[in-house]
């Protein structure tokens, strides 16, 4: 048997099957993306929803700031913030929303416990504003300036008017209408 073996021809064999298997060489072959698509377009949807999804189920959470606004989930801000807003309920962004002792307790352990990770300090002082976290504004950079002044939507504060689940506690895109 005649076991001609060519270093060059291995190479190029090896380089094509390389070639082929690439990311890149995927990319222009379109038939299994168009197979997967709606699968894993349905799976990133679920996924975008679960990232923006919150639990709201504490009573007190929900009756006493949800009776002025819409319940900001915990993990909006993180502990430093919720902490000095809780500090001060008594001139809570232009309004007395003073609690009782045991209710600023349990709302405060709440906050500490479910708040954000991320630090967000401006100047050194704990972010108060859910609207100028890092988070938000890369989330709504999109937003026009127009948007935020629709007599619908008032302020980029006001969640509801543009989040349709909010009550929910879901804020993802798939559930997002503004308002025209």
Known sequence: MNNRFSYPALSVVLLAMCLAASPAHAHGDDDDDERHQKHDHHQHSQDERDRHAYTLNNPKLKAEC??????????????????????????????????????????????????????????GKPVLRITETHWFQREHHEISARAWRNPKVKSASNCGACHTKAEEGRFGEHEVRIPR
């Open 66 to 123: 949800g009776s002025c606004h819409v319940v900001y989930p915990p993990k909006m801000l993180p502990a430093a913030s919720w902490h000095e807003i809780m500090q001060h309920l008594d001139k809570h962004f232009g309004t007395d929303a003073s609690v009782d002792a045991a209710t600023q307790s349990e709302l405060g352990e709440l906050f500490h416990h479910e708040a954000a990770s991320r630090d967000e300090t401006r100047s």
